[in-house]
C-alpha cells in the first residue's frame, strides 16, 4: 500500500484478554517503530526495529507488551493480561533510513484500543 | 533524560492572522528537533526538522521554525494561517545516537473564520 497500515483501528476488550495489533509498514522501510498515545497527551516511544532485530526496546512498560517482525516487514504487537491502563492508541511507524537515523517517519492512523 | 515542553495546549486564532506555537526541551546532549502535524482522523505527520546547520527551518505548507539553543527552544511559527490548518502540533526532540522520538504533549491549533 502507499502508507503504514495499522489493524484493527479500533478494538475493545475485556480486562485480563489478549491482544494483537499488526503493523504493515511502507515497502522497504526497514526501519519500524511502536508508539503509544494516551489521551490528551504526545505519542510515547515503546519500541524500535531495524530489520528483524528490536533494535531498542526500552520504551516497553513491562514485560506484559511484546512485539515482533520476523521476516522485517509486517511488525505484530502483543499485548497480556490487558489492564484498564492499556486503553491508547497505538501508533506505528517506519522510515526508510538505515543507521543514520535522520530519515522522516511515516505514521499510519493508529489502532485505537479499550479495555474495560 | 530529554523532556519537552509545549506551552499552550490550544491556541485559537482567526484566519490570516500570525502565529507561533512554542517548544521548549530540555537535554544534557545534543539532539535532533521536529514538529509533527495531526489533522483530524490522520496520521502523524512532519512538519519540518532541524539537524544541523542554519537554525532557520522551514517546513512545508508555509511553516517555519528557528532553533535557539541558549533558550533550548524550537518555537514554530507562520505569517499567516488557513482555516486548513486546524490541527494537532506536536514538537518531538531525539537524542543523537538514539531513534527513540520524545514527544511534548501537543499544542492544538484552532482557526476561526
Redesign the interface.
Known sequence: GA??SQTPSNKVTEKGKYVELRCDPISGHT?L?W?RQSL??????LI?FQGTGA??D??LPNDRFFAVRPEGSVSTLKIQRTERGDSAVY?C?SSLDGTS??G???????SRLTVL | AQSVTQLDSQVPVFEEAPVELRCNYSSSVSVYLFWYVQYPNQGLQLLLKYLSGSTLVKGINGFEAEFNKSQTSFHLRKPSVHISDTAEYFCAVRKTGRRALTFGSGTRLQVQP
Open positions: 502508507g503504514v526501519a517503530y508508539y490528551g497527551q504526545g505519542p510515547e516511544f524500535y533494535a531498542d526500552s520504551g501508533l511507524a537515523g535522520t522522516e517517519l511515516f505514521f499510519g492512523e493508529g
